[in-house]
């Protein structure tokens, strides 16, 4: 019988994810140019050897490509290497320590309480609690207006609706689709630019103050560096999250054994959110460029070559997770890779962790009928770098 994750198409979106041959793990692709990583193993030593796996990766994109990133390399955490990285990454660390975030559980709480009293007898998950919530939380971190959240939603949207393929082989196509994702970050940046000299002026106790008051090294950052790391944590802090929640409770809808666990036994909550980046791994893609020429899952990779690490797929390895493609919240293990690991391990996977924690357990106990609408079906986020619910229209009840 089709489940109602094969009518709306969740099965067959996943399986691409792991290529064309599930049983090759890394695999070279002459019409991009670029190496696919679909294995557990494989990806995780490319995450654990930053010195052969680099993460400056636009050095190895076409000129008038790396051109159109040059703006927001700056500061930009994710594709730093060592030691600059560690640098940057110590700046704002302390804010995100289990301990530090932990803290933040009774705002987060009523804040997720706020949205929801907003509800009726229907609701849709990512536009009334999934975006707002992680969105407001970041913004009060960082020191901007929560209330700016529509003109982000607006930017951030038409950066993940371009549905850039990476290819190094066509590069007018390459050139043409990452420019309209410049210019959507290009509004966030200058946005961050106005709020960062604003600080500078009047400062505040917020993560965008103590980011302009920071020295590295005895030196200032730039004010490139202010802004575009702001805007990896803006940015970072919320599309990932919004995923995490949404893509949760598709999983329990849809698989309906694992949601009457989940209700009768709320211990398990914390399962179900390690399962759904497993299962769902918000962040799809991350990037990586080869310093020197490297032996992976049985192919030998030259140096400078641009390898693109599928964690979704990886989390699907049947050589790491046994049954991989059932949603199963009671694995003795999850050694899930959604969040990264080594040196850019996700900075904010304790707040997103926190925020899921918080957000399924409120739905569950304000919604003892939650369940998706059976003529309304959910629809996804369209860049392949995502796995996402994108809308997700909920029934409240009976
Ligand atoms: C890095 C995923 C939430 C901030 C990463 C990386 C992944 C990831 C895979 C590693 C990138 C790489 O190795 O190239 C996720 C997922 C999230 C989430 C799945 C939610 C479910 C957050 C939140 C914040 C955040 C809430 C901020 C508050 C960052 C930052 C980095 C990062 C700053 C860069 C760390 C570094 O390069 O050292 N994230 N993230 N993320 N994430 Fe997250």
Redesign the pocket.
């Known amino acids: 019988m089709a489940t109602a994750a094969d009518t709306w198409g969740i099965n067959e979106a996943q399986f691409w994810l792991r290529g064309d041959h599930p049983e090759q793990p890394v695999k070279f692709d002459p019409a991009t140019g670029l190496w696919n990583v679909y294995g557990y193993p494989e990806a995780h030593q490319i ?1 654990s050897d930053p010195k052969t796996f680099s ?1 400056d990766t636009q050095r190895l994109l076409p000129e008038k490509v790396a051109k159109n990133f040059e703006a927001f390399s700056e500061g930009n ?4 290497d060592p030691p600059e ?1 560690g640098h940057l ?1 110590k700046l ?1 660390s302390h804010a ?1 320590t289990p301990k530090v975030v932990a803290d933040l559980e009774p705002r987060i709480a009523e804040l997720a309480g706020e949205l929801l009293d907003g509800v009726g007898d229907r609701m849709e998950m990512v536009t009334d609690l999934a975006y707002p919530l ?1 969105v407001i ?2 913004a009060e ?1 960082l020191g901007v207006p929560a209330s700016d959240r529509g003109l982000f939603r607006e930017w951030v949207d038409a950066m993940l609706n371009n549905n850039v393929q990476f290819t190094l082989t066509d590069t007018d196509e390459m050139e043409k689709q990452t420019a309209v994702a410049v210019e959507q970050v290009g509004k966030l940046t200058e946005y961050l630019r106005e709020h960062a000299a604003e600080r500078r002026r009047k400062p505040r106790e917020d993560l965008l103050t103590k980011l302009v008051e920071a020295e590295v090294e005895g030196s200032r950052l730039s004010e490139n560096q202010v802004v575009n790391f702001a805007n ?2 803006l940015i ?3 599309i ?2 919004t ?2 929640l949404g893509n949760t409770v598709l999983c329990l809808d849809t698989n309906p054994e694992q949601y009457a666990k989940v209700r009768a036994d709320r211990s398990l909550v914390p399962a179900a959110i390690e399962e759904s ?1 497993r299962y769902f ?3 799809a893609l ?3 460029a080869t310093t020197e020429e490297v032996e992976l899952g049985g192919q030998t990779v030259p140096a400078d070559q641009l390898m693109m690490l599928w ?1 979704a797929a990886a989390n699907r390895d049947p050589r790491q997770f046994t049954d991989p493609d059932t949603y199963d919240v009671t694995r003795p293990a999850n050694p899930q ?13 304790p ?3 926190l ?2 924690r918080v957000a399924l357990n409120l739905l569950l106990d304000r919604f003892p009928h939650l369940r998706s609408d059976p003529d309304d079906g959910p629809t996804f986020v369209p860049s392949p770098s995502m796995t996402a619910v994108r809308r997700l229209p909920l029934l409240l009840t009976p």
């Not at 955490?77 to 730093?80: C, G, T």
């Not at 890779?337 to 996977?349: K, M």
């Open positions: 995450l993460s955490l994710v594709n730093m990285h990454r704002v995100f992680p939380v970041i971190l990896v944590l970072a802090g919320h990932t999250t995923a995490l980046l791994s918000p962040f991350v990037s990586r964690l890779i959604a969040f990264g690991r080594g040196i850019h391990f996700c900075l904010g996977a707040l997103a962790r925020e899921g």
